[in-house]
C-alpha cells in the first residue's frame, strides 16, 4: 500500500494557487490482516494493489466563484446548519462560527449570507491520479439520492404481513480497530463469536430463512421488495394496522459489504446501466416474484434497525451527525474523506427535470455506498416525490467544502476510492 506524500501547489479553480490541504490517501495494509477471519470479499473501498490511487486535495476558491451561489436560497439551509452547530460530532474549529450563527434571526436570510461570506472560506474538492504521463485532475464525482419510505406492518405476523424487520442480534460484535490500533482510527468490523475467535457475521442468502434471526423481529410488513429497499435507504417509517406510525432507525450491519443488485442484473442482462434506476428495479422484482430472494441475495449486507417514536412527522430520521436530516440539505458523505457535520456546495442536475442543483448543503450522514471524496448521497425526504426523484438520482457533480477562514480543513482519517 502506497503511504502519504504532498505534491507541489497547484492551480485552484480561479487560477490563482491553491496549496494541497490533502496529502494521498494512505491506505493501511495492515487492515487486511485484522479483517474477520474467513472473510471472502475486500474490505469496501480498498483498491487492487495493481490500482493508482488518487490523492486528495482541497483547493482554494472563493464563494463569490462558485456556480450558483449568489442565487441559493441561504435560508432553506439555515435549520441544517444550525443543527450540525448543536451536534456534539462537529469538530472544535467550528464554535466560533456556531456561536454567531446561532445569535442571528432565523429570517435574516441577508445577515446569515454576511455571515458565512466573512466567516468561512470555500474549498474545492479534488482529486488527482497519477498515470506514467501526468496526474489526472478531477473535480466531479457521483452524486445520488435517498429517502425515508413509508411501508405499511403489523407487530404480528399474518396475512399479509411475512416480512419481518429485524433489531440487532444479541451475538453481532462490533469491534473498533482504532482503539486497539491508533492507525486505524474510524475502521470497525462486525461478525461472532465462535470459539475464542470473532468470524465473520451470515450474510444475507444465510440469514433469509429468519432462523437465526429468530426472536429480533421488530415489525413484519406486506412487501418483501420494500423491505429490502427501506435497508438500503438505512431508515424508514411504517404505518401500522391499529393506525399509528412509528420509524424504525439505522442500528446496526451484519458487516458484510454492500452490493448493487442494479448491477447483478446489468450483468445479467435484464436491463441496461442507463435503465437501473429504484423504480425500474423495484418494477421488475415485482414482476419476477419467483426471483426476488435470488437477487436479493446478491447484496450480502443486512441493516438491523431500531424502533424510534415520532412525535414530529415534519421531522426527518437522525443521520451519523446524531441530528435529523433536511429534505434537499443534508447530504450523505464518506467520513474517512470529509469531515462530518461540515457545510458543502454541491453542484449537479436534478434527476426528474435536468435543471441544475446548485446548493450549500450539510454533511450529516454516511452510507455503506458512499465512498470516496468525490461523492455524496443528497437526502430528498419523505413526502410525495421523494422516492421517485432519489431512485432515479445518478449524476455527476462538483463539490466545495466550506470551513473556517482562519482554520485549516482536517486530513482523512483513511483512504478510500469512490465506487
Not at 486535495?57 to 441559493?72: F, N, S, V
Not at 468490523?189 to 429480533?216: H, N
Not at 437477487?295 to 431500531?306: A, D, I, K, L
Amino acid at each position: 500500500m502506497k503511504a502519504g506524500t504532498t505534491r507541489a501547489a497547484t492551480r485552484g479553480v480561479n487560477g490563482n494557487v491553491a496549496t494541497p490541504v490533502i496529502t494521498r490517501y494512505a491506505v493501511l495494509a495492515m487492515l487486511g490482516s485484522l479483517l474477520l477471519a474467513g472473510c471472502r470479499t475486500a474490505p469496501q473501498g480498498e483498491a487492487p494493489a495493481t490500482e493508482a490511487l488518487p490523492e486528495l486535495r482541497y483547493e482554494a476558491a472563493t464563494l463569490a466563484a462558485l456556480p450558483g451561489w449568489q442565487t441559493d436560497a441561504i435560508g432553506e439551509a439555515w435549520p441544517a446548519l444550525l443543527a450540525s452547530c448543536r451536534s456534539t460530532g462537529l469538530a472544535p474549529a467550528w464554535r466560533g462560527f456556531c456561536d454567531q450563527a446561532s445569535a442571528l434571526p432565523a429570517s435574516d436570510n441577508t445577515a446569515q449570507r454576511q455571515l458565512i461570506e466573512s466567516r468561512l472560506r470555500a474549498w474545492q474538492v479534488v482529486t488527482y491520479t497519477n498515470t506514467p504521463r501526468h496526474a489526472v485532475r478531477s473535480d466531479t464525482g457521483l452524486i445520488t439520492g435517498y429517502y425515508e419510505p413509508m411501508l405499511n406492518g403489523s407487530r404480528k405476523k399474518g396475512g399479509k404481513f411475512q416480512t419481518p424487520l429485524y433489531a440487532v442480534p444479541d451475538d453481532l460484535v462490533s469491534v473498533e480497530l482504532g482503539e486497539v490500533y491508533p492507525a486505524l482510527q474510524g475502521a470497525r468490523v462486525r461478525g461472532r463469536l465462535q470459539g475464542r475467535r470473532i468470524v465473520p457475521y451470515p450474510e444475507r442468502a444465510q440469514l433469509s430463512d429468519g432462523r437465526v434471526l429468530a426472536g429480533k423481529e421488530i415489525l413484519w410488513v406486506d412487501s418483501a421488495i420494500d423491505a429490502f429497499f427501506m435497508q438500503i435507504q438505512g431508515s424508514g417509517r411504517v404505518r401500522l394496522d391499529n393506525g399509528s406510525t412509528v420509524r424504525l432507525a439505522f442500528a446496526d450491519v451484519n458487516g458484510r459489504p454492500y452490493r448493487a443488485i442494479g448491477r447483478y442484473l446489468v450483468d445479467k442482462g435484464e436491463m441496461t446501466v442507463e435503465q437501473a434506476t429504484a423504480p425500474a428495479l423495484h418494477d421488475w422484482l415485482l414482476a419476477h416474484p419467483e426471483r426476488q430472494q435470488e437477487v436479493f441475495n446478491q447484496n450480502p449486507s443486512v441493516v438491523f434497525f431500531r424502533e424510534e417514536k415520532l412525535p414530529n412527522p415534519n421531522e426527518g430520521p437522525k443521520g451519523a451527525l446524531g441530528v435529523p436530516l433536511t429534505p434537499g440539505r443534508s447530504v450523505a458523505i464518506d467520513p474517512r474523506a470529509l469531515p462530518l457535520g461540515a457545510p458543502l456546495f454541491l453542484s449537479t442536475t436534478h434527476p426528474v427535470t435536468a435543471t441544475p442543483v446548485r446548493r450549500l448543503v450539510l454533511a450529516q450522514d454516511t452510507g455503506g455506498a458512499i465512498r470516496g471524496a468525490l461523492r455524496a448521497d443528497l437526502f430528498w425526504g419523505w413526502e410525495a416525490g421523494a422516492g421517485d426523484a432519489a431512485g432515479r438520482m445518478r449524476a455527476q457533480g462538483s463539490l466545495w467544502l466550506l470551513w473556517p477562514a482562519d482554520q485549516t480543513p482536517p486530513a482523512p482519517v483513511a483512504a478510500t476510492t469512490a465506487h
